[in-house]
T-cell receptor, first 115, second 112 residues
Framework: DAGVIQSPRHEVTEMGQEVTLRCKPI?????LFWYRQTMMRGLELLIY????????DSGMPEDRFSAKMPNASFSTLKIQPSEPRDSAVYFC?????????????FGPGTRLTVT | KNQVEQSPQSLIILEGKNCTLQ??????????LRWYKQDTGRGPVSLTI?????NTKSNGRYTATLDADTKQSSLHITASQLSDSASYIC???????????FGDGTTLTVKP
């Protein structure tokens, strides 16, 4: 299995631009998570989906962030408009079942820099 | 507010030595506790998952312990190797809501 696939691996954009991060979970997994990691705040859960349905988006920082999961094999995290404080590494992870009970497999991350 | 505190924040040891990382939490009701290893520039990788009834679990040279009464966990690394240099993150999940609280991690550096 290829594991969780994220694209792009690096993204540099200017403030105000729209950014779309992409994730392909491990085949057969039914839970998908988006995380953000910064030096200041560590690893934070933004949103998670179960069976393609958003279950908990309480970690999404503000309306500029949105996430979709149109099918079991694809998810996007969009930031519009982007701001310098959004600069971080964004991880996607997937698991086989209930988020707190099953091991989560993380992708390699997307390093976002907003100038 | 649920919290997970890890100590030390950073640690430097010589190759071949043992070390122990600590994780204290206030998460309740408790579901499970996970230790992750995160190499620089990569995503976290799960080392162990422990539920309430488990007080020790091993994964190779990594051994995690859990004391659910005192709400403490430790990760012991035996005979450290250069490849153990990484950040180790403790994550504690609630039983009801399934929410997880992440520690800030311990950065371990193993020197030759």
């Amino acid at each position: 299995d290829a594991g969780v696939i994220q694209s792009p691996r690096h993204e540099v954009t200017e403030m105000g631009q729209e950014v779309t991060l992409r994730c392909k979970p491990i085949s057969g997994h039914n839970s998908l998570f988006w995380y953000r990691q910064t030096m200041m705040r560590g690893l934070e859960l933004l949103i998670y989906f179960n069976n393609n349905v958003p279950i908990d988006d309480s970690g999404m920082p503000e309306d500029r962030f949105s996430a979709k999961m149109p099918n079991a094999s694809f998810s996007t995290l969009k930031i519009q408009p982007s701001e310098p404080r959004d600069s971080a590494v964004y991880f996607c992870a997937s698991s086989l079942g209930q988020p707190s009970s099953y091991e989560q497999y993380f992708g390699p991350g997307t390093r976002l820099t907003v100038t | 507010k649920n919290q997970v505190e890890q100590s030390p924040q950073s640690l430097i040891i010589l190759e071949g030595k043992n070390c122990t990382l600590q994780c204290n939490y206030t998460v309740s009701p408790f579901s499970n506790l996970r230790w992750y290893k995160q190499d620089t520039g990569r995503g976290p990788v799960s080392l162990t998952i422990m539920t309430f009834s488990e007080n020790t679990k091993s994964n190779g040279r990594y051994t995690a312990t859990l004391d659910a009464d005192t709400k403490q966990s430790s990760l012991h690394i035996t005979a450290s190797q250069l490849s153990d240099s990484a950040s180790y993150i403790c994550v504690v999940s609630e039983r009801r809501a399934g929410k997880s609280t992440f520690g800030d991690g311990t950065t371990l550096t193993v020197k030759p």
